[in-house]
């Protein structure tokens, strides 16, 4: 079954607003990872965090990473176009190499 | 620094028929992945490769699915006979080391869309 849920889904916002999505996990986590796929093309690693309580910014992109390693964030404040596309957390469940995706939430904007 | 090198990047054929799918992955990378990503969803590991040896298959249809590395570089990836549930796209990433505690960075191809009719 699915390890790593994310939500939401799916998120549509007027650019220039703020938006997160979240991962969360039933089990420990290694770490978490968080990539971005734009329309049609692949996923591109962003991020990795590791220790509990992290807190990771690049520009407007805010990366958290829970107390208990179960559960992440990654909140973009002030939205642009260039924003569009999927974003995807994926962990290594603790003990296990092998990288889960959560399902990913679609940002799409209204310029 | 060439990226991950992925052919062909679409393909369509009918279900019982065969595909195969070609990877090529960053100089020097030593561990190299196929996903499927099914429409809506997240990538799904097939399988991961260390070298030329297998370290995690758990998700690969056995059945119909197979894949190698033969000399630790390229990759193919085959399906026989295919189903139309096996429409999605087909990606290969690599890394440069074992993705031990989740600490390397995989690097993605542009992926294989298959359509299975």
């Known amino acids: 079954g699915q390890q790593v849920m994310q939500i939401p889904q799916y998120q549509h916002v007027q650019e220039g607003e703020d938006f997160t999505t979240y991962c969360n996990s039933s089990?420990?986590?290694?770490?978490i990872q968080w990539y971005k796929q734009r329309p049609g093309g692949h996923p591109v690693f962003l991020i990795q965090l590791v220790k509990s309580g992290e807190v990771k910014k690049q520009k407007r992109l805010t990366f958290q990473f829970g107390e208990a390693k179960k559960n992440s964030s990654l909140h973009i404040t002030a939205t642009q176009t260039t924003d569009v596309g999927t974003y995807f957390c994926a962990a290594n469940l603790q003990g296990a190499q092998k990288l889960v995706f959560g399902q990913g939430t679609r940002l799409t904007i209204n310029p | 620094e060439a990226g991950v090198a992925q052919s062909p990047r679409y393909k369509i054929i009918e279900k019982r028929q065969s595909v195969a799918f070609w990877c090529n992955p960053i100089s020097g990378h030593a561990t190299l992945y196929w996903y499927q990503q099914i429409l809506g969803q997240g990538p799904k590991l097939l399988i991961q490769f260390q070298n030329n040896g297998v370290v995690d298959d758990s998700q690969l249809p056995k059945d119909r699915f197979s894949a190698e590395r033969l000399k630790g570089v390229d990759s193919t990836l085959k399906i026989q006979p295919a189903k139309l549930e096996d429409s999605a796209v087909y990606l290969c990433?690599?890394?440069?080391?074992?993705?031990?505690?989740?600490?390397?960075?995989?690097?993605f191809g542009p992926g294989t869309r298959l359509l299975v009719l």
């Open positions: 990433a690599s890394s440069f080391r074992p993705n031990s505690g989740g600490r390397e960075t995989q690097y």
């Open positions: 089990t420990t986590l290694s770490n």
